[in-house]
């Protein structure tokens, strides 16, 4: 049997990335942004943060905390390639993202600091030694926009 809260993600991540507004624009300067995460190998609860700033992105990395300037959501994800569709305002944004998945709403992290459980970035960027900047994640919405995500573990190869 299905968890229903896996079959809620599906209106929870859409309605929370449909009701923010960043900015007071009219429905016309909006656009979907559909977001594809690849490359799951183990089910769990996926956290979202989608932001509109520097200053957000960095702290919702870091310190794994909702910011004001970011969409943030949780939902389970199962062991499959998964789609998440929204309408966001037209705008730069950077997305990261980790699935959970031993339940203890963290992103665990070996004693040198090193991701234990998969995450992800826009773009697929990757920092060196560290998170990657916003400059480096950002992307425009100016249109219909499609993220693939693909998740990682550990210190990611060079693709």
């Known amino acids: 049997m299905k968890n229903t809260f896996y079959g809620r993600l599906f209106w929870v991540i859409p309605l929370i990335l449909s009701c923010l507004v960043f900015t007071t624009k009219s429905y016309s300067q909006e656009a979907n942004l559909k ?3 690849l490359n799951l190998d183990k089910p769990g609860v996926l956290y979202l943060s989608i932001c509109k700033d ?6 919702t990395v870091e310190n794994e905390s909702e910011e ?11 062991l499959q390639n998964f789609e998440i569709n929204g309408m966001i ?4 944004y950077a997305i990261s993202l980790f699935v959970d998945s031993n339940g203890n709403k ?6 040198l600091g090193i991701p234990k459980e998969q995450y992800g ?4 960027v990757m920092g060196r030694m560290s998170a990657p900047t916003f400059n480096q994640a950002k992307f ?19 693709d």
């Open 35 to 37: 977001i594809n995460i």
């Open 54 to 59: 520097a200053a957000g992105f960095e702290e």
């Open 68 to 78: 004001a300037s970011c969409i943030t959501s949780a939902g389970e994800i199962e």
């Open 89 to 92: 305002p037209h705008g730069e």
């Open 106 to 111: 963290r992103i665990d992290k070996n004693f």
């Open 121 to 124: 970035f826009s773009n697929n």
């Open 140 to 158: 425009l919405v100016a249109g219909p926009t499609t993220q693939n995500i693909k998740l990682r573990i550990g210190i990611p190869k060079q």
